[in-house]
């Protein structure tokens, strides 16, 4: 039986234009832990052709080019998973309706009948070939996962759907802590929807790059609850979820329920605020958010939109998705607060003066005139 009862898991990757991160990532996940998941792979219309390279990868025709032999974290991805690995390819319209649930039957006995009676070499929790979804376009963060959490819905054989960013590698446990702290929660009442996991750089293991996000909802800014701080396990306590808002994106698992209760992720926004949006409609509803800190997942940050945290230079796309939206999220949620949002602006505005930024300046104003609309 796969996963020995235990709950089905759909791992959902969005990519777009990071074919090398995706490969990186799919080497860690699939050196997982938990036996009951499925990988779905979504490319959101990447203009590089990603999907291709990713298709060559499962195949074994394209390498695993990241990261560098001396990197500490290059033990999470290598060396690679033999190959070929079985996958099914769908169009964003095929995905919609659950794919074509015969051919997935067929080559999910083929390949467990491979797995464990003719080659022990291969993947061991594997149970079910990887899913690849071509949506065509870019739809944003919201629009790209929601067209798997569609897939899944419509096949309804799962309990959680975990959403990784593609520039993440994961702990070998990430998942079964995950879906271990879901069911906990679970066996003592607690209505949770959405469970966090430790966020930590990339390029930096030590250190943290966040636990959970606040929300200022005056200035409508968010910030990453002990970004950049040593990892000394200070943060390894449930009284985490007293301080924070949301669970950040790049790593958070949520139940069927909630997301039949609640609804898909809320399109308006394109980049950025999204999982803020998904929380207060869950608090709505009655739910409550959970934080695992034993699910660490390293995250590179930023790499398909060119924006980060660390003080680089934001691309005018992230800049413009950033500002708008807090307009946007305000008015859904706390209108009343939208004058001092608006005040806010000025000192956001001074700032781009000050830098000589003045495409950044006028795309502040065309952000206002949007807004008036």
């Not at 990532?25 to 979504?42: A, F, G, H, K």
């Not at 009442?189 to 966040?210: A, E, T």
């Not at 940050?301 to 924006?307: H, P, R």
Request: aromatic fraction near 16%.
């Amino acid at each position: 039986m796969v996963g020995a009862g235990l709950p089905k898991a759909y791992i959902i990757i969005l990519n777009y234009n990071g074919w090398k991160d995706t490969i990186e990532c799919l080497e860690s996940v699939l050196r997982n832990d938990y036996p009951n998941y499925q990988v779905i792979v979504i490319d959101n219309g990447s203009p590089n052709n990603s999907m291709k390279y990713i298709k060559a990868w499962a195949e074994g025709r394209q390498e695993v080019l990241t990261p560098e032999p001396d990197h500490p974290l290059y033990h999470l991805s290598h060396p690679p998973v033999k190959k070929p690995i079985p996958y099914i390819y769908y169009t964003k319209e095929e995905a919609k309706k659950g794919g074509d649930f015969e051919l997935e039957e067929k080559l999910t006995k083929e390949w467990q009948e491979q797995r464990n009676f003719k080659n022990k070499e291969l993947i061991p929790t594997l149970s079910y070939p990887l899913v690849f979804i071509q949506t065509g376009e870019n739809l944003g963060f919201a629009g790209g996962n929601n067209v798997g959490i569609r897939y899944a819905l419509a096949k309804d054989d799962f309990e959680y759907i975990w959403f990784l960013n593609s520039d993440t590698v994961v702990k070998k446990n990430a998942l079964s802590k995950l879906v271990q702290k879901f069911e906990n929660y679970r066996k003592v009442g607690k209505k949770v929807g959405i469970v966090g996991s430790k966020l930590l750089y990339y390029d930096n293991p030590r250190l943290i790059q966040g636990i959970g996000g606040i929300y200022n909802k005056w200035f409508a800014i968010a910030k990453h609850l002990g970004v950049f701080e040593e990892d000394r396990g200070q943060y390894d306590n449930e009284d985490v979820l007293d301080k924070i808002d949301y669970v950040i994106g790049a790593s958070m698992i949520v139940s069927k329920d909630f997301i039949k209760e609640v609804g898909l992720m809320c399109e308006d926004y394109f980049l950025y605020f999204e999982e803020m949006d998904w929380a207060l409609r869950g608090e709505e509803k009655g739910y409550q958010l959970g934080y695992c800190w034993e699910s660490r997942v390293y995250h590179k940050e930023g790499g398909s939109i060119g924006s980060s945290s660390k003080g680089e230079k934001k691309s005018e796309i992230a800049d413009y998705y950033g500002l708008r939206n807090r307009i946007v999220f305000t008015k859904k949620f706390y209108p009343k607060y939208l004058w001092s949002v608006y005040l806010g602006f000025l000192v956001v505005v001074w700032n781009r003066i000050r830098r000589r930024q003045w495409n950044r300046v006028f795309l502040i104003f065309n952000i206002f005139k949007e807004a008036k609309k």
